[in-house]
């Protein structure tokens, strides 16, 4: 044996001093692994929309109601059924709410009571009572553990002993305390792991209120979106990044998530804006202002950087002030407006001194916004360009394609890089430009990741000038990226998840980033299956384009399924009405055999340590090393 190996073997010895401590152990998780496999839930392009988002991580894509269904669609009526849905949703609102109704005597608290140890009952069945224990809310986990453990069949010592603690519960008024407790456990049983498939961020309002509630969630992995990766650069001080962040949060009229959610002051950038466009509206001032910092200072990325293959983005110097005209691949379009007066004739790509003034104030408080580094932070934390997860490859937006389908190779430096590698590296430059900020190049390969022609999380020729400057719309097209026809192909998806080291022939992609135009007649389920397309249209202003509110997945022990989401209305009409959102399953794949704990990710590592645990007992026994022994 090594000496690494020993060493390891005494380490784990500290942990298990005995040979019962090892057998009682493997017996354990040996155990754990023929449990069923805990549900994932995956959602995509929550683009800060608050309550809709809520709403669907409360009812966890339908679970909820599912089990509601399945415990009591021969008791009660859908409309009593729903009622104990939105209690669980929102225990504290709905208790509020009946009690303003006089509608909570004492045999209804008892009722709801009664009903939703059932359904904890339920859900916690597939996981150790230890797991469920340290997910119980701590005020009342020792009673709540001795409630899921009644038994139908229990003597009459313990249905007195059950029975009193529900009548005490009652009396000495802590029932609505107990219930909010319970409705907290329902929701983190009916979900074992989240994954965010990108875009946190920009569109909605309310993105920093979205990690908010993020950071406290049980378990969950976030795979990178380029809307996350703009602000990502924002936060590490890239400047490109920091005006594009401006610029989409006024176009959506989103500035609150600026000044009152990150305390980032848009002062400066005003007062600069209504002295330098004084015959516009403020807004508009400000965006124009913005927009005209945007593309000198992307200018200035791309002429840092001829790798990036855009210099035919370099489209301020193409203006024609006289005639009001840009030249754009040979061709002379109108433009809306033609005033420029920050342009200047040496260098169009360079900052006036008060432009330059307000970037670098603006840059000051995106770095030191302590909130916003926090959320950032926790995105570098939990996220990645992509993910591997029990057998499923996770991303955002691309893996990109050449014309004939291959992977397309990007040279950087003196490497080129395709496939799996190029997401490596994407990953690698994205910590090192938060975590190292005065690398320059990695600084400019957030904003390429925004934006680039051939970024994984873009996958399009963005066109900035032409929709913000050029009157025909014909110019705005935005070509994509190859992987956007191929990606429909089995044979593509195949060699992308084989790239990726998978082989099985239950992997799928589980891809973000693009609206499923259901009106159209798109489907979230492509390449013969291989493809799941889960952009969760929370969007408000996708739903006219997409014909619904978009698809998140659940991933259970018995299988795949899309769930389809018609717009979230309100929480109030929630409340008020146990109004949920409408949700069509579509089933992706049935499992022949119930998925396990062994089946999983989670299921290898507890074997590899199970045989760990069976090596120290072996050594134990053959007296190599002594129970009991401690390195120091």
Same mark, same amino acid.
């Given at each position: 044996m090594s000496v690494d190996r020993t060493l390891y073997l005494k380490i784990l010895a500290e942990k298990y001093q005995s040979v019962q401590a090892v057998c009682r152990e493997i017996i354990n998780l040996n155990a754990i692994l023929n449990l069923p496999k805990g549900t994932e839930h995956f959602m995509s392009d929550l683009h800060g929309e608050y309550e809709a988002f809520c709403h669907i991580l409360n009812n966890c894509s339908g679970v909820i109601r599912e089990k509601v #269904? =399945? =415990?009591?669609?021969?008791?009660?009526?859908?409309?009593?059924?729903?009622?104990?849905?939105?209690?669980? $949703?929102?225990?504290?609102?709905?208790?509020?709410?009946?009690?303003?109704?006089?509608?909570?005597?004492?045999?209804?608290?008892?009722?709801?009571?009664?009903?939703?140890?059932?359904?904890?009952?339920?859900?916690?069945?597939?996981?150790?009572?230890?797991?469920?224990?340290?997910?119980?809310?701590?005020? *009342?986990? $020792?009673?709540?553990?001795?409630?899921?453990?009644?038994?139908?069949?229990?003597?009459?010592?313990?249905?007195?002993?059950?029975?009193?603690?529900?009548?005490?519960?009652?009396?000495?008024?802590?029932?609505?305390? *107990?219930?909010?407790?319970?409705?907290e456990l329902i929701k983190r049983l009916a979900?074992?792991?989240?994954?965010?498939?990108? #875009?946190?961020?920009?569109?909605?309002?309310?993105?920093?209120?979205i990690m908010d509630l993020l950071m406290n969630y049980h378990s969950l992995d976030f795979e990178w979106g380029n809307h996350d990766i703009l602000w990502m650069g924002a936060a590490a001080g890239n400047q490109a990044c920091i005006a594009n962040v401006l610029k989409n949060n006024l176009r959506h009229h989103n500035t609150e998530i600026l000044e009152s959610g990150y305390g980032i002051s848009l002062r400066e950038l005003a007062l600069f804006a209504e002295k330098t466009y004084a015959n516009v509206e403020p807004m508009e001032a400000a965006d124009k202002a913005v927009s005209v910092m945007l593309l000198k200072l992307e200018g200035q990325t791309i002429l840092r950087h001829p790798e990036y293959e855009m210099k035919d983005r370099l489209l301020l110097s193409k203006i024609d002030k006289e005639k009001k005209t840009v030249a754009i691949d040979g061709k002379e379009y109108p433009l809306k407006d033609g005033d420029f007066p920050t342009l200047q004739r040496e260098d169009v790509y360079v900052l006036t001194e008060e432009e330059a003034h307000v970037m670098d104030e603006l840059t000051t408080a995106f770095i030191n916004s302590d909130r916003l580094q926090r959320h950032i932070s926790y995105l570098y934390e939990k996220g990645s360009m992509y993910r591997i997860f029990n057998g499923n490859l996770l991303y955002h937006g691309c893996v990109p394609l050449d014309e004939s389908g291959n992977f397309d190779g990007v040279r950087f430096g003196d490497e080129i890089y395709q496939g799996k590698r190029y997401?490596?590296?994407?990953?690698?430059?994205?910590?090192?430009?938060?975590?190292?900020?005065?690398?320059?190049?990695? =600084?400019? *390969?957030?904003?390429?990741?925004?934006?680039?022609?051939?970024?994984?999380?873009?996958?399009?020729?963005?066109?900035?000038?032409?929709?913000?400057?050029?009157?025909?719309?014909?110019?705005?097209?935005?070509?994509?990226?190859?992987? $956007?026809?191929?990606?429909?192909?089995?044979?593509?998806?195949?060699?992308?998840?084989?790239?990726?080291?998978?082989?099985?022939?239950?992997?799928?992609?589980?891809?973000?980033?693009?609206?499923?135009?259901?009106?159209?007649?798109?489907?979230?389920?492509?390449?013969?299956?291989?493809?799941?397309?889960?952009?969760?249209?929370?969007?408000? #202003?996708?739903?006219?384009?997409?014909?619904?509110?978009?698809?998140?997945?659940?991933?259970?022990?018995?299988?795949?399924?899309?769930?389809?989401?018609?717009?979230?209305?309100?929480?109030?009409?929630?409340?008020?009405?146990?109004?949920?959102?409408?949700?069509?399953?579509?089933?992706?794949?049935?499992?022949?055999?119930r998925v396990l704990v062994k089946d999983t990710d989670v299921g290898k590592k507890i074997m590899a340590y199970i045989s760990d645990l069976e090596e120290l007992m072996q050594e134990y026994r053959n007296g190599s090393i002594e129970p009991g022994t401690k390195l120091f």
């Open positions: #269904d =399945l =415990l009591f669609e021969e008791q009660l009526n859908d409309s009593e059924r729903q009622a104990i849905c939105t209690l669980i $949703y929102y225990p504290k609102e709905k208790l509020e709410q009946l009690k303003k109704e006089n509608a909570l005597s004492m045999e209804r608290y008892r009722m709801i009571l009664n009903q939703l140890i059932e359904i904890a009952k339920l859900l916690s069945s597939k996981y150790t009572r230890s797991k469920v224990r340290k997910a119980m809310p701590e005020d *009342f986990a $020792y009673i709540i553990d001795e409630l899921l453990h009644v038994q139908k069949d229990e003597d009459d010592n313990q249905v007195r002993y059950h029975q009193k603690i529900l009548d005490t519960i009652l009396e000495i008024d802590n029932a609505d305390e *107990f219930i909010v407790a319970l409705a979900v074992d792991h989240l994954h965010i498939v990108g #875009d946190i961020f920009d569109r909605g309002p309310y993105a920093d209120k997401l490596d590296y994407a990953d690698k430059m994205a910590r090192r430009a938060y975590f190292h900020r005065k690398d320059q190049d990695a =600084l400019d *390969f957030m904003w390429f990741l925004w934006c680039g022609r051939k970024s994984p999380l873009c996958g399009r020729n963005i066109k900035t000038f032409e929709r913000m400057f050029v009157t025909d719309e014909s110019a705005w097209i935005e070509e994509s990226n190859p992987y $956007y026809r191929y990606h429909e192909e089995e044979r593509t998806c195949n060699m992308i998840l084989r790239e990726f080291g998978l082989y099985s022939e239950h992997s799928h992609i589980i891809n973000g980033h693009t609206p499923v135009k259901t009106m159209e007649g798109e489907q979230p389920i492509r390449a013969g299956g291989k493809l799941l397309v889960i952009d969760g249209g929370f969007c408000k #202003d996708y739903h006219k384009t997409t014909g619904i509110a978009g698809y998140t997945l659940i991933y259970n022990s018995h299988g795949m399924r899309i769930k389809a989401h018609h717009p979230f209305e309100s929480v109030k009409k929630a409340l008020q009405e146990n109004k949920d959102i409408a949700s069509e399953s579509q089933i992706v794949e049935t499992e022949k055999t």
